[in-house]
């Protein structure tokens, strides 16, 4: 009589008694999922927005504390010696805006504004233009717009829209990666590949084919192509060092927190304080202001999101290094088995004869 043993990768069934565990954990991921989407946007507002007051001492310090009272916690107030410094503050994202004042009474204030930055800071200061004027009778406050959107993109709205697919798309692309390809090295091309080929072929979709970002295409594409990259090796790196469970924390920091507090649609100072910073440090987030800066600013204000996705990048380098060199379970690492022999000495083990 033989008999053919277990495969020790066959599991039994969960049964029944798995259900309401199964229940109550697919809710709470659901109520944390929706909390993590829902809560910046019902907090969103202007927190601490940097933004200047110009021109002389006498005529800027009564208006900003003015702005200070009408919008109380919403402004962060500095007073600049005149419109063009406050115009190059805005250049090199610094400040949101400006309100520029002069030393002649009864003249209306002007207002500069960056609605490339933020379209949400750039409507609440329009909104509060006419407050602006010397007297009820006297001229509204002139409005000036120094970054303005495209105008198939006059509110932001399609460059907010692709927050998610440039998140996810660093995501999926790590999950198909390490399930179709068994050797590190082609992982790691195909990795690169995409970032690379990805990073152009999005940027080419926003600006020719949707026309919601400007700038230099080339720079444009390489800063995407950075971010898309950085995603997609912190979460190659997670699988290679923790398998499964590292892909469910790469969706967690990716997808559930990443994403929502992205800053992408108004600026990390919309959302409520703490929450904005904390998501510039998170690829998305980063990967928003890069994107942000190359397509509108020249490239002013990348330098810590290109030192934060530098640092994921690096990480997830390391990790997948580390977990590679580690090996996966039964895998060399040109694909094939770590054992040429093994399938020989379990073909026979595979059936048992008992006497």
Not at 75 to 86: G, K, Y
Not at 207 to 216: L, S
Not at 245 to 253: D, S
Not at 311 to 335: I, M, N, Q, S
Request: glycine share 14%; charged share 15%.
């Amino acid at each position: 009589m033989s008999r053919t043993p277990q495969s020790p990768s066959t599991r039994a069934p969960l049964g029944w008694r798995a259900v309401p565990a199964l229940v109550a954990g697919l809710t709470l991921l659901l109520v944390a999922m929706l909390t993590a989407f829902e809560l910046p946007a019902v907090h969103s507002g202007p927190h601490k927005v940097p933004i200047a007051v110009a021109g002389p001492q006498r005529a800027a310090a009564p208006l900003a504390e003015k702005l200070d009272r009408a919008r109380p916690g919403a402004f962060d107030i500095s007073l600049v010696d005149d419109a063009r410094t406050a115009q190059q503050r805005i250049d090199d994202r610094e400040i949101y805006g400006a309100v520029v004042v002069g030393g002649t009474p009864g003249t209306a204030p002007e207002v500069l504004v960056a609605g490339a930055a933020s379209p949400p800071v750039a409507a609440t200061l329009r909104g509060l233009a006419p407050a602006l004027a010397p007297t009820p009778a006297g001229a509204t406050a002139v409005v000036r717009d120094l970054h303005p959107l495209p105008a198939a993109d006059p509110n932001g709205v399609g460059l907010s829209a692709g927050a998610l697919p440039l998140v996810l798309g660093g995501y999926l692309a790590a999950i198909l990666i390490v399930t179709l390809l068994r050797a590190p090295a082609q992982r790691a091309a195909t990795a690169f590949g995409f970032a690379l080929t990805g990073g152009f072929a999005l940027t080419a979709l926003l600006r020719y084919g949707f026309d919601v970002i400007g700038g230099n295409y080339l720079l444009t594409s390489l800063a995407v192509a950075f971010s898309t990259a950085a995603t997609c090796w912190t979460i190659m790196g997670l699988r290679a060092l923790l398998g499964g469970p590292g892909l469910g924390l790469g969706a967690a920091m990716m997808i559930f927190l990443g994403n929502p507090l992205s800053g992408l649609a108004g600026g990390p100072e919309w959302l409520p304080s703490g929450w904005g910073t904390f998501g510039q440090f998170l690829p998305p987030g980063a990967g928003g202001t890069l994107l942000r800066s190359m397509a509108f600013f020249d490239g002013a204000g990348s330098g810590r999101a290109l030192l934060v996705l530098a640092a994921w990048l690096a990480g997830g380098l390391a990790l997948f290094a580390y977990g590679t060199r580690r090996g996966e379970p039964g895998a060399r690492p040109d694909g094939g088995p770590a054992d040429p022999r093994a399938s020989e000495r379990e073909e026979p083990a595979a059936q048992v004869s008992t006497p």
